[in-house]
T-cell receptor
Framework: AQKITQTQPGMFVQEKEAVTLDCTYD???????LFWYKQPSSGEMIFLIY??????QNATEGRYSLNFQKARKSANLVISASQLGDSAMYFC???????????????FGGGTRVLVKP | DVKVTQSSRYLVKRTGEKVFLECVQD?????MFWYRQDPGLGLRLIYF???????EKGDIPEGYSVSREKKERFSLILESASTNQTSMYLC????????????FGPGTRLTVT
């Protein structure tokens, strides 16, 4: 089974509107972390936001917020007030077993391509 | 700012050639990673290293090896390149332990003909 599933391969969003990118995950660990990255057409991966499994509040970072529903194992990214520069690929990723000392490995989903229309 | 650099943005090699991809980070990070990125598959971990001379296999290590002789440098080696290794290769680094985001290089698009 896939550990990280992003069901939306691509989507359009109107400028200034909000968009929600879906991410579901599968883990048996109690302690884990969820990340979102943005990859513009230039190729570099840009870290956006992080949510720990024990964090009680949903993470927010500027126009980015993470809708964390632990029981449903989902960690959806919400981008508010979309801008043309938000057009990019977006990847959800998970780090399992945070108590492990070494590695900090991430497992990535397949990504969602977002195109913001003016 | 953290900087992760990769030796080439684009590389074209022939089947059977030995290929070296180099990655350097300037933030004294303990962890370094090599991923390959293919459409629809996201990023898949090839190898990672959590210390000098230490390495662990990721999810798809077959056909690859790595070397980390210095803390700032992590090399990915394709011993005998094959066409199915045509891909985008991304290097990343992070602080050791705890929770830390990974910082990525610009990627190397490798084409094996």
């Amino acid at each position: 089974a896939q550990k990280i599933t992003q069901t939306q391969p691509g989507m359009f969003v109107q400028e200034k509107e909000a968009v929600t990118l879906d991410c579901t995950y599968d883990t048996s660990d109690q302690s884990y972390g969820l990340f979102w990255y943005k990859q513009p057409s230039s190729g570099e991966m840009i870290f956006l936001i992080y949510q720990g499994s024990y964090d009680e509040q949903n993470a927010t970072e500027g126009r980015y917020s993470l809708n964390f529903q632990k029981a449903r194992k989902s960690a959806n990214l919400v981008i508010s007030a979309s801008q043309l520069g938000d057009s990019a690929m977006y990847f959800c990723a998970m780090r399992e077993a945070l108590i492990k000392a070494a590695g900090n490995k991430l497992t990535f989903g397949g990504g969602t391509r977002v195109l913001v229309k003016p | 700012d953290v900087k992760v650099t990769q030796s080439s943005r684009y590389l074209v090699k022939r089947t059977g050639e030995k290929v070296f991809l180099e990655c350097v980070q300037d933030m004294d990070h303990e962890n370094m990673f090599w991923y390959r990125q293919d459409p629809g598959l996201g990023l898949r971990l090839i190898y990672f290293s959590y210390d000098v001379k230490m390495k662990e296999k990721g999810d798809i290590p077959e056909g690859y090896s790595v070397s980390r002789e210095k803390k700032e440098r992590f090399s990915l080696i394709l011993e005998s390149a094959s066409t199915n290794q045509t891909s985008m290769y991304l290097c990343a680094s992070s602080y050791g332990g705890g929770v830390s985001e990974q910082y990525f290089g610009p990627g190397t698009r490798l084409t094996v003909t």
